[in-house]
């Protein structure tokens, strides 16, 4: 038998429910404070310099191999992007003091943090696909019928949203821990920039191998593709990163060809030099 509520009681809407309930009250948050459309507005900017500055700089013409080099969105768009829908998701609730009734409500915390996860992930996907989308019209149009692009680009969206997950991750945690928004958004892109710098310089200053960046949020290894690709040959010179952020690229090229080999650059210089 079903059981009654009492007259006045709220009805319990469910897990589910209350995870809609969160998805929707962060996506209409993202929407009013009006950042995401700032930030997307941003990277279409940017994607747009990517897409017309070789033929800007007079190396326009057919170019089959454009969009196996720059298909997908550099580190710079993706921290960016992941700044912007998490800087505030928690520590704005403390600063817009709005986590108290968020926090008195009968949804358990998890649930916050999974339908507001839910809500940017949800976000990022669709502005990924646009992004992609824009590229790859913009490329077939400039630089004519393009080599290996197969049906893993549809994944594409995703995979990057998964890549900046990372991020995101990184700037819930800052904020979550300082309750301010821009502890939180300083903070992950200064992250940013010093896992650049060190992966830049570990090459150059030792000996040793870079490859334990290749697990840390950031670009990780440098290196150069060798191997064919399914649809043409691997374009010369084609250099790459095999960190976290360069996870989307890396998998359109193993999609094309899954026994190319990535030689890692070596920059340190012998002594005397």
Partial sequence: MRKMNKVGETPNPGR?????????????WNLRKKKVLAMFIIAIMLTSLDLVFPALWGEGGPNPNFLIENLGPGSFIMIL???????????????EKTI???ASKPVSRKIIYFGKLLAMLTVLVIIYIVLDAYLLIGGRILYGPQT???AV????????????????????LI??????????AVGTIGLFFALGMIGGLVPVLTSASGQPL???????????????????????NLSINTGVDSLPRNFLLYSN???AQVTSQTLKSSPGE
């Fill in 81 to 95: 992007l992941a700044v912007t829908v998490a800087m505030s998701s928690i520590s704005g609730e403390f600063e």
């Fill in 16 to 28: 589910w429910g209350q995870i809609r309930a969160i998805f929707k009250y962060e996506i209409l």
């Fill in 100 to 102: 108290i009734p968020l």
């Fill in 175 to 184: 904020g979550s821990a300082t309750k301010s928004s821009t502890i939180a």
């Fill in 257 to 259: 060809d899954p026994t």
């Fill in 214 to 236: 290749n697990y840390l949020p950031g670009s990780g290894e440098s290196g150069q593709v060798s191997g064919d690709f399914i649809q043409g040959p691997t374009p010369e």
């Fill in 148 to 150: 290996g692009m197969t």
């Fill in 153 to 172: 680009i549809i994944a594409l969206p995703f995979i990057t949203t998964l890549s900046t997950t990372v991020w995101v991750g990184v700037t819930l």
